[in-house]
T-cell receptor, first 112, second 118 residues
Framework: GQNIDQPTEMTATEGAIVQINCTYQTSGFNGLFWYQQHAGEAPTFLSYNVLDGLEEKGRFSSFLSRSKGYSYLLLKELQMKDSASYLCAVYMFSGGYNKLIFGAGTRLAVHP | GAVVSQHPSWVICKSGTSVKIECRSLDFQATTMFWYRQFPKQSLMLMATSNEGSKATYEQGVEKDKFLINHASLTLSTLTVTSAHPEDSSFYIC??????????????FGPGTRLTVL
């Protein structure tokens, strides 16, 4: 089976740094994605990790440890527009196909 | 980047009717498309994987006779919700994976279709 866990909600202050954690237990691991989703909209791609380590892209960074089944998304210099849900998704090979399985998402509220 | 469109953006229908949702990859070919359903304040749940020219593979618990998927070309997949009921009201999102030349297995998401069944 598969299990992807992330906190349900987080709050942070504008200008601060926030780290959203994700732990997973899956078979056939082929990489981990982070997506941002605003209410009523489709997810937008933030990052992809397939090897251990940190991937940095502007204000967003993502880390992966395959041995620990652990990833985090780091958001720096938070802005009000960063208030959204952040979805951790594991790319896994199952049933003969590669498929993207999502965690429940973390709703981030950024306050002034 | 690659663009995926969905039509319609939203639809309201009466209970018992069928609704068809289209998913198109506009500037790339997609051998594989995925259909997700998202209830309010919940995450995306994979319903089925659609491969061009073959039958869709449904996830456990998804009724294949109720959610008909057709992937007739490399740029179009359709999801038909048959005999829709109020509990089928949800946000349906499709995604497409680039057929070849992708540096990694990125999926591009459509804007979603909000279905409301009265």
């Amino acid at each position: 089976g598969q299990n992807i866990d992330q906190p349900t909600e987080m709050t942070a202050t504008e200008g601060a740094i926030v780290q959203i954690n994700c732990t997973y237990q899956t078979s056939g691991f082929n990489g981990l994605f982070w997506y941002q989703q605003h209410a009523g909209e489709a997810p937008t791609f933030l990052s992809y990790n397939v090897l251990d380590g940190l991937e940095e892209k502007g204000r967003f960074s993502s880390f992966l440890s395959r041995s620990k089944g652990y990833s985090y998304l780091l958001l720096k210099e938070l802005q009000m527009k960063d208030s959204a849900s952040y979805l951790c998704a594991v790319y896994m090979f199952s049933g003969g196909y590669n498929k993207l399985i999502f965690g429940a998402g973390t709703r981030l509220a950024v306050h002034p | 980047g690659a663009v995926v469109s969905q039509h319609p953006s939203w639809v309201i229908c009466k209970s018992g009717t069928s609704v068809k949702i289209e998913c198109r990859s506009l500037d790339f070919q997609a051998t594989t498309m995925f259909w997700y359903r998202q209830f309010p304040k919940q995450s995306l749940m994979l319903m089925a994987t659609s491969n061009e020219g073959s039958k869709a593979t449904y996830e456990q618990g998804v009724e294949k006779d109720k959610f008909l998927i057709n992937h007739a070309s490399l740029t179009l997949s359709t999801l038909t919700v048959t005999s829709a009921h109020p509990e089928d009201s949800s946000f349906y999102i499709c995604s497409a994976r680039v057929a070849s030349g992708s540096t990694y297995n990125e999926q591009f998401f459509g804007p979603g279709t909000r279905l409301t069944v009265l």
